[in-house]
């Protein structure tokens, strides 16, 4: 399967994306700021081609698990990302909640200069099998490339 996140908008710390899979919208991600000089918990990931695979030993999967029960199998990881480790696809609706990973979510707004989603519970519980199916395959990639739009 081929997944992709598409940036298609920047607040002033924040870029707004679209998450496919198999060519069809997801749902809408948040992540920080693009920055040309990483800074830690502050950054969005870099354009280029990545993989995804399932982390069950990082911290954030006891609470996971104890909010998504039989669902949560572990954390979705981004890897491969040069200068970035445990970059997760999780929950949250604003920049401050990001800590340099994508926040997934049905709908957008624009408050104060930047993006922030709605509905992140409920777009992770949508998305979360098709990512951990993805996870699972070995050689799989997730494509992230900028085209901005507004």
């Known amino acids: 399967m081929e997944s ?3 940036r298609v908008a920047q607040g002033k710390e924040s870029t707004l994306s679209q998450l496919y899979i198999e060519g069809i919208f997801q749902c809408y991600l948040l992540e920080d700021k693009i920055r040309e000089t990483k800074i830690a918990s502050q950054t969005a990931i870099p354009s280029g081609t990545f993989s995804f695979r399932l982390n069950t030993w990082g911290g ?3 609470v996971y698990k104890k909010a998504l029960g039989k669902l949560h199998e572990g954390m979705i990881e981004i890897t491969g990302i040069p200068n970035f480790s445990f970059v997760y696809i999780h929950t949250g609706n604003t920049i401050k909640e990001t800590a340099g990973c994508p926040l997934c979510g049905f709908g957008f707004q624009f408050v104060d ?4 989603v709605s509905q992140s519970v409920a777009a992770y519980k949508m998305i979360y099998p098709k990512l951990l199916a993805l996870a699972k395959v070995e050689n799989n990639k997730i494509t992230i490339e900028n085209n901005f739009q507004f």
């Open 60 to 62: 954030k999967n006891a």
């Open 113 to 116: 200069g930047n993006y922030q």
């Open 4 to 6: 992709k996140i598409i």
